[in-house]
Each structure stands twice: as structure tokens, then as C-alpha cells.
């Protein structure tokens, strides 16, 4: 594991110890969606986005999860904000969930996905612009949904026809290194940089 980088390394760096600062702050109680605490949570994201210059936007919508002879419905509310590019073509998307399961405060799933996200941010605001706009997406009852802010942003939200790129955050586990555990069906040449050919 690399050695944890310290808070008063320079602003164009990510460190672990301020973002470690956010999951303190995110992850007091249980915070499920729905319950006040997630909306604390939500409210802490938002300020902390603002801080850093950006303007955010809340997505508050019904998603409807469809299930074995039933569909769900759930009230979400996804935070995102974008940094803007030089010379955009496609998005880069980086997401995680903020809402916790009823009974974990959810230091590792997802306060750590989202100190991540915060984190990166805030490093990208210190650092020239990248060529491409960064959107940070925050969603809304990943736990119990399951996935519904998720489901919710990819059917009814119009930056998704800008997107380029996914980078889905997750906290698995709560020791060992990160590693990427899933892919989709045309990852090969984000994961490789040669281009992938039909069998």
C-alpha cells in the first residue's frame, strides 16, 4: 500500500489524511435514505462542493426499480456538480453512493467513495483544467434502491448522453489495497489503450 499522503501536502495532490477528514464528517450515524441524517450528509456534500468553487445541483426525482412481480419506488435526491474542461468532447463520469444501510454508519460503504470523489475535486480545482469536463456524482439510495439514485440519473438526467467515461466508486470490504472489481461490456480499450476487435 502507498504511504498515506499528509494534509499539508501541496493543493495539486490527493491526500488520504484530508479526505479522511470527510468520512469523519460523513460518517457519524447511520445516515439510510430518507432519514435526516442522509440529509445532513447531502448537506455536507453540497457545502463542501460549493467551497471549492463548483455549483451543484440536486437531482430530486422518483426512480422506479422494477422487481420479481412488483416495482419499487423510491425518492432520491443525486448530488452532482461539473468541472468544466478547455475543450470538451465526452464527459468523465465519477460517481458514488452517500446514503448508508440502516444499521452502519458507512465509514468504508460509501463515506470512503465519497471523501474520494471530494478529494479528487478538490485537487482537479488546484491543477490547470483537464480537456474534458469531470462531472462528480453523489447518488441517492444505492443501499436499499438497490441502485435507485443510479437507475434514476441514467434514465431521466441529460448529462448522461454527454458521457464518455464511468468511474463508479464502491467500498467492499474495510482492509486491503483498491482494486477494480467489475467491468462493462467495452472497457477493454479504457483497461488496455489498444483498441478492441469483434470476434
Not at 37 to 45: D, F, G, S, T, W
Not at 72 to 81: E, F, I, K, L, R
Request: proline share 9%; charged share 20%.
Amino acid at each position: 500500500m502507498p504511504a498515506v499522503v499528509p494534509a499539508r501536502a501541496p493543493a495539486t495532490e490527493f491526500s488520504a489524511e484530508r479526505a479522511m477528514e470527510h468520512i469523519r464528517a460523513i460518517a457519524q450515524e447511520p445516515h439510510p435514505v430518507g432519514s435526516p441524517e442522509n440529509a445532513r450528509v447531502r448537506a455536507y456534500i453540497i457545502s463542501q462542493l460549493e467551497e471549492m468553487g463548483l455549483s451543484p445541483e440536486v437531482q430530486q426525482t422518483t426512480a422506479l426499480i422494477p422487481g420479481r412481480g412488483n416495482v419499487q419506488a423510491s425518492t432520491v435526491y443525486n448530488v452532482m456538480a461539473r468541472i468544466p474542461g478547455t475543450k470538451p468532447s465526452r464527459a468523465m463520469l465519477l460517481d458514488a453512493h452517500y446514503d448508508s444501510m440502516p444499521m452502519t454508519p458507512g465509514a468504508s460503504d460509501c463515506g470512503s467513495c465519497v471523501a474520494r470523489l471530494l478529494e479528487t475535486a478538490r485537487a482537479l480545482q488546484a491543477d490547470p483544467p483537464l480537456q474534458n469536463d469531470v462531472i462528480l456524482l453523489f447518488t441517492d439510495d444505492e443501499e436499499l434502491g438497490p441502485m435507485a439514485g443510479a437507475a434514476a440519473f441514467v434514465e431521466q438526467h441529460a448529462w448522461i448522453n454527454e458521457i464518455g467515461l464511468v468511474l463508479g466508486f464502491e467500498g467492499i470490504g474495510r482492509t486491503g489495497p483498491s482494486i477494480m472489481f467489475e467491468t462493462g461490456p467495452n472497457s477493454g480499450i479504457a483497461l488496455s489503450g489498444v483498441p478492441q476487435t469483434k470476434a
